[in-house]
């Protein structure tokens, strides 16, 4: 549906209760003044949403692959969809942080190594397992929290509208690697696909 862009964003006040506070209790934020543990607080949601933007960013990169990469037409045809979708997410990320956050974090290291792996391999079921699997997957718990936390309802829905197209993308991606998934491949093709797996988690850290 159409959000409501017109919604004030205060980030002083902030958006979310300020009892829920990750960094409570670790000395480095406990020596900080009341200002300042304002200011780091926005700082780590600006941080945040950035990841979330530049993962929508890389998932719009390889869903463009995909539509290329995939050897069947309704893989392909359904690859066309996603990228529409990716495009929407970034257009959203990105507007939210302009208009209501004003700033952009770069990307995470752990992040961009992750993608550049799934972007530089050319077998689709790869791009599949990394990005509709993995990225996804982990994209999928991140949005649920931060949509159950925040106090803004501008990004409550955003990121309610982001998850069905995500929900969707994880669902066909199983669906289609469960097809392939062990019967057409050899053991040795299998474990190539666990190594790769394994490779994933261990760069880009839970």
Not at 43 to 71: C, K, M, N, Y
Not at 117 to 143: C, P
């Amino acid at each position: 549906g159409l959000l409501a862009w017109e919604t004030d964003v205060d980030l002083e006040k902030g958006i979310f209760p300020r009892e829920i506070n990750p960094f409570a209790g670790y000395p480095f934020f406990e020596k900080m003044t009341e200002k300042e543990q304002t200011r780091f607080g926005i700082e780590d949601i600006r941080w945040t949403l950035s990841q979330f933007l530049h993962g929508e960013q890389g998932a719009l990169l390889v869903a463009g692959q995909l539509v290329d990469a995939v050897p069947w037409l309704d893989g392909k045809l359904y690859a066309s969809t996603q990228v529409m979708d990716e495009a929407r997410h970034v257009e959203v990320y990105d507007r939210y942080l302009r208009q209501k956050m004003g700033i952009e974090w770069p990307i995470n290291t752990h992040l961009k190594k992750m993608l550049d792996i799934v972007l530089k391999d050319s077998r689709w079921d790869f791009k599949y397992l990394g990005m509709q699997i993995i990225l996804e997957g982990l994209a999928m718990a991140a949005f649920g929290q931060m949509r159950d936390l925040t106090t803004c309802p501008l990004l409550r829905d955003l990121i309610t509208n982001v998850m069905r197209d995500e929900a969707r993308h994880v669902a066909f991606g199983v669906l289609a690697l469960e097809s392939l998934y062990p019967k057409e491949l050899s053991s040795s093709e299998l474990r190539e696909r666990e190594d790769f797996v394994i490779e994933a988690t261990e760069t880009f850290p839970i």
